[in-house]
């Protein structure tokens, strides 16, 4: 198994004025299944187009394997790209479309169909190769177009939203199988995605884009717990954002001033505030509890809007102080439901709560 | 019958009845009077003898195989070599300009679905119609006009000192050439631009992403699916090409007749309707097979033609 890096050397990208990717500086190691996650028209699939050769990066430089990629072109590449609609060609068999990369490098007709039933042995798919693609399954298609990437045996695979027609059953299978097949065949992914649950799931790190910038890199622990910026932290899952200027800082412990009372977080990354910087607090839903009584400090008055049943678990929204909330609890039973209307008071370890600087939201 | 009535009842439901009605005595009207009347008597035509007037209807006028017969043998009972060949030749010569107008077209086609944009699609487009404002007759002239003796094309080539003496294109049957490709440029290019536009823009980087060639991208991925497209305007350019009377009439050469021109003697010249209605006959019949042939051979459906 081969393990190239691919290094983004400052890489950004202009068309015209616009800035699709703004200095993109990081490594992926060779064998990592690394996604870029953000929403749409964030700039990841632009980078991801400039991996793959496609484009050309404005500044910058792209590395793979330490060989600098400027002027290569994208077959020339050691990459290999599945795209969005995975682009299989509708008048070919199933093993002509695998064998297809194999026939333009002139491989004889036999070796072709040996090859092309190998891999489709290998997606679990044996016996299909000489149906049409149109007679295969959403899922089936997916695990043929990553065939047809293998076939050349890339050093790296590039995913551009490989899932995203798939309903969403299928959609959480194909995340184990994609993880099984990558730990498999060993080699690099690169995984295009704005669905966080796919990008944690699945990677061993995950860059997180917001407006051609990288927001954060790190494995999708620290991506959730640990958060650097308020993009971030709003974006990749659920989240309580409160608004609130510091008052104090005690280690890694801020306090803040909020329109819900005073409440404390954690700093992220140990970072010093002054008196009066404007911060988010940042609490998980999951991390919130029910309580009965008043019990300061970083409890937070509300009263019920309504409550979701989602079957594991039961989503409470609430309202404090015009601050929409959540709550997520765990179902115990129907003893636990709680009437629209009631007041109630949740509270948090502050351990659990990030301190981010005030900046742009996710969906805001 | 029942056939008909399903077509017809949903219409009914869901266009109102006089809609129906409508379409119903409009296609009857097109179907009956304008294909299968005049078809019908054309073939009646083709198997009587050309009578004078007086013994029509009488104990002479009777059905026979002779005008066919004279199309192969001639009336001396030998191979009518001077007919058949000028068939041959109608024939060759329109899978000739059907070849060149694929060959044009094709690339045409493409660029218009998957290069140009905007402005640029929009005056390629323009650029195709608006000469086919002017008349076929015209436009046949202004061909005899660009590659006559003391034609445009001449007069460049001697003047830049290319050729000294003027070339007949009039008699090498380049100008009848040029003028049938272009005459029915439209009729290719707008299938395969049908067909073309459905392909995926991702399917070609995807096939270059593999590292396939330009050549190989437009064989394995582009040209299947334009492959209907090509057909549909293949069998259109071939059967007008073929059928063709104005364009072989001004611009082919002296000594070049047009399977059209002979059908055209009969029913004018000769005043023999019989024998021409049978000419027409024999021309449809072989241009039908020759289309339904190379279908076969391509592998493509009636049924593809008609999307």
């Not at chain 2, 436009?139 to 290319?162: P, Q």
Request: proline share 5%.
């Amino acid at each position: 198994m081969t393990t190239k890096d691919i290094v983004l050397d400052h890489v950004s990208i202009r068309f015209g004025s616009y800035t699709a990717v703004d200095n993109a500086h990081l490594t992926i190691r060779g064998g990592e299944f690394f996604s870029f996650l953000g929403p749409s028209g964030c700039g990841k699939t632009t980078l991801l187009r400039c991996v793959s050769g496609f484009s050309e990066p404005t500044e910058g430089r792209v590395l793979i394997g330490g060989s600098d990629m400027k002027g290569v072109g994208p077959n020339k590449r050691p990459t290999a790209l599945i795209f969005q609609n995975l682009a299989l060609f509708p008048l070919m068999s199933v093993a002509d479309n695998i064998a297809f990369p194999l026939e333009v490098r002139g491989i004889s007709k036999k070796q072709r169909r040996k090859r092309a039933d190998e891999l489709l042995d290998m997606i679990a798919l044996p016996g299909v190769g000489d149906k049409k693609v149109h007679e295969l399954s959403g899922g089936q298609r997916q695990r043929v177009a990553i065939a047809r990437a293998l076939a050349v045996e890339p050093d790296i695979l590039l995913l551009d939203e490989p899932l995203s027609a798939l309903d969403l059953k299928l959609r959480h299978h194909m995340r184990t199988e994609l993880r099984a097949i990558q730990q498999r065949v060993g080699l690099t992914f690169i995984y295009i995605t704005h669905d966080q649950g796919e990008a944690l799931t699945m990677s061993d790190r995950v860059a997180v884009m917001n407006s051609g910038v990288i927001e954060q890199i790190g494995d999708p622990e620290s991506i959730y717990n640990r958060p650097k910026t308020s993009f971030v932290a709003s974006f990749v899952g659920e989240t309580n954002a409160i608004e609130g200027k510091v008052v104090l800082q005690a280690g890694e412990i801020v306090t803040l001033e909020t329109p819900v009372g005073h409440l404390q977080g954690k700093a992220a990354g140990g970072r010093r505030y002054k008196n009066g910087d404007p911060c988010y607090l940042f609490i998980r839903p999951e991390q919130l509890e029910v309580k009965s009584g008043l019990e300061a400090p970083n409890t937070i008055a509300a009263s019920v809007v309504k409550e979701e049943f989602e079957g594991s678990a039961r989503i409470l929204f609430l309202k404090a102080n015009g601050i929409d909330m959540r709550i997520t609890r765990v179902n115990r039973g129907a003893s636990d439901a709680l009437a629209n209307g009631q007041a109630l008071v949740c509270a948090f370890d502050p351990d659990h709560a990030t301190v981010l600087p005030h900046g742009p939201l996710a969906g805001a | 019958m029942t056939a008909l009535r399903s077509l017809f009842q949903p219409m009914a439901a869901k266009h109102g009845l006089g809609a129906a009605c409508f379409i119903g005595v409009a296609v009857f009207i097109w179907v009956v009077f304008l294909i299968v009347l005049p078809q019908i008597s054309m073939l009646d035509y083709s198997f009587r003898l050309n009578l004078p007037k007086p013994d029509i209807g009488g104990p002479l006028d009777v059905y026979t195989l002779d005008n066919y017969a004279y199309f192969f043998s001639g009336n001396d009972g030998q191979l009518n070599t001077l007919d058949i060949g000028i068939l041959v030749k109608t024939l060759v010569a329109a899978v000739f300009v059907t070849l060149i107008d694929i060959l044009i077209c094709y690339p045409i086609a493409y660029i218009l679905a998957h290069s140009a944009t905007g402005v640029a699609a929009r005056l390629m487009v323009i650029g195709l119609i608006v000469p086919f404002w002017v008349n076929e007759i015209l436009r046949a002239f202004a061909f005899r006009v660009l590659f006559g003796a003391t034609g445009l094309i001449n007069s460049i080539g001697m003047g830049a000192g290319f050729w000294d003496q003027p070339i007949d294109f009039i008699r090498a049957d380049v100008a009848l050439y040029s003028g049938l490709t272009y005459a029915y440029i439209l009729l290719m290019v707008f299938p395969i631009f049908n067909a073309v536009e459905a392909l995926d823009r991702n399917q070609i980087e995807a096939a270059r992403d593999m590292g396939a060639s330009w050549w190989r991208v437009h064989w394995r991925v582009v040209l299947p699916i334009a492959k209907p497209g090509i057909a549909s305007g293949a069998t259109m350019v071939f059967m007008l090409t073929a059928g063709a009377l104005a364009a072989p009439q001004i611009l082919g050469g002296p000594s070049n007749l047009w399977f059209t021109q002979l059908i055209y003697q009969w029913f004018n010249e000769s005043a023999n309707w019989q024998r021409g209605s049978a000419y027409a006959v024999i021309l449809l019949l072989v241009c039908i097979g020759f289309v339904m042939m190379l279908m076969r051979v391509f592998k493509v459906s009636i049924g593809e033609i008609g999307r």
